[in-house]
C-alpha cells in the first residue's frame, strides 16, 4: 500500500507504509542533494496511487511466503487468502482451503482489475510519445 503525502515544503511524494513507518521516507525528495521540492522518484510513474512499473513487473515481494503475489497462510482460519492492492484500495479476493484456488483467484482479479489497466496505460503512453 502506498500513500500519496505532502512534505513540509509543499511537495507531495507517493511513499510505501512500511518506508513511512519505519522512518526511511521523511521528505519528497528534497533534503536529498541535488533534487528540488517536489521531485518524483527517477524512473517511476504514478497514475492514481498506482507505480504502473512496479504493477507490471508482478515482483514477489521478500516477506511473501507463498511464491505468488497476494497470496498468503492465513494461520488464524488456517486457509489461504487472496488479495490484490490496486488504486489504494486492498481488495480482498476471498479464503480458500487449496493454495490453487487462491492462486486462480488471484489471477482472475489480475486479468479483470489490473490488465484492463496496465494495457490502457500502454496505450496513453504510446499517444504521448507521437505526440510529443
Known amino acids: 500500500t502506498a500513500w500519496l503525502c505532502r512534505c513540509d ?3 507531495q511524494a507517493v511513499v510505501l507504509t512500511y518506508r ?32 504502473v512499473e512496479m504493477l507490471a513487473a508482478k515482483t514477489v515481494r ?3 511466503t507463498s511464491g505468488v503475489p497476494g497470496v498468503d ?3 488464524q ?19 480458500y482451503t487449496q493454495f490453487e484456488d487462491a492462486v486462480k483467484a488471484r489471477k482472475r ?6 490488465a484492463p489497466f496496465l494495457r490502457e496505460f500502454a496505450g ?3 499517444h504521448q510519445a507521437a505526440d510529443g
Open 73 to 75: 497462510w492465513c494461520a
Open 124 to 126: 496513453d503512453a504510446a
Open 9 to 11: 515544503c509543499g511537495g
Open 20 to 51: 513511512l513507518r519505519s522512518g526511511h521516507t521523511s521528505s519528497c525528495g528534497c533534503l536529498v542533494a541535488g533534487r528540488g521540492p517536489g521531485a518524483d522518484l527517477p524512473g517511476l510513474t504514478y497514475v492514481d496511487g498506482t507505480c
Open 77 to 95: 482460519k488456517g486457509r489461504w487468502r487472496a488479495t490484490l492492492c490496486f488504486k489504494g484500495r486492498r481488495h480482498y479476493l476471498g479464503s
Open 62 to 64: 521478500r516477506n511473501n
Open 109 to 114: 482479479a489480475e486479468e479483470e482489475l489490473v
